[in-house]
């Protein structure tokens, strides 16, 4: 325990931060792409990059807040 915070808060709390911060970066990337011209195979495959990321986000947010609210820390 660290101040009211367990380990496993923690650590989810960083791997949230973590795949936020991946997701923000493909956004970003398939956004700089659109720009210019591109191959439509080159914008498939950073838009599913992108939807990956945003699909981990949301895998880890639930974990924590459900980790939240069985845990009460």
């Known amino acids: ?3 009211g ?3 496993e808060k923690l650590r989810l709390l960083f791997e949230f931060q973590h795949a936020t911060r991946l ?3 493909r956004v970003g990337a398939m956004s700089e792409a ?3 011209i591109i191959p439509t195979d080159e914008f498939v495959r ?3 990059t992108a939807s990956q990321a945003h699909e981990k986000c949301l895998e880890v947010r639930e974990q924590f807040f459900k980790h939240l609210n069985e845990h009460g820390c």
Do not use: R
């Open 1 to 3: 325990m660290h101040d």
């Open 5 to 7: 915070c367990c380990e």
């Open 23 to 25: 997701y923000s970066i």
């Open 34 to 36: 659109t720009t210019g």
């Open 46 to 48: 950073l838009s599913k």
